[in-house]
């Protein structure tokens, strides 16, 4: 059974950095990044290609947040840097045989991880 799993989430003050990690049971999914706050719809945040040699970045953060994976250890990676009180949400890794930037497109999920900023 194909599974993913978040972790990494906590406390930050804006500005500063917290590093997510989604750990997936196959090496042949695209891993994406989505995140949803209170009372708002889940939106994408970032993807990755199974081989990690395609990403795509919403625009909101595009040059502060970095997605990467490591096949090696079927681990995907999301640096987020200079935080803004914006990007507090639950974030969920979605794993997708063809999974790009629409959520419907994944086909596993994980059980999310918070990420709370101050301001």
């Known amino acids: 059974q194909v599974q993913v799993a978040e972790s990494g989430g906590g406390w930050v003050q804006a500005g500063g950095s917290l590093r997510l990690s989604c750990a997936a049971s196959?090496?042949?999914?695209?891993i994406g990044w989505f995140r949803q706050a209170p009372g708002k719809e889940r939106e994408f945040v970032a993807t990755?290609?199974?081989?990690?040699?395609?990403?795509e970045y919403a625009g909101s953060v595009k040059g502060r947040f970095t997605i990467s994976r490591d096949n090696a250890e079927n681990v995907v990676l999301l640096q987020m840097d200079s935080l803004k009180p914006e990007d507090a949400a639950t974030y969920y890794c979605?794993?997708?045989?063809?999974?790009?930037?629409?959520?419907?497109?994944?086909?596993?999920w994980g059980q999310g991880t918070q990420v709370t900023v101050s301001p």
């Open positions: 196959s090496r042949s999914l695209n």
């Open positions: 979605g794993g997708g045989w063809n999974g790009w930037v629409r959520a419907g497109t994944y086909d596993f």
């Open positions: 990755i290609s199974k081989s990690g040699r395609a990403t």
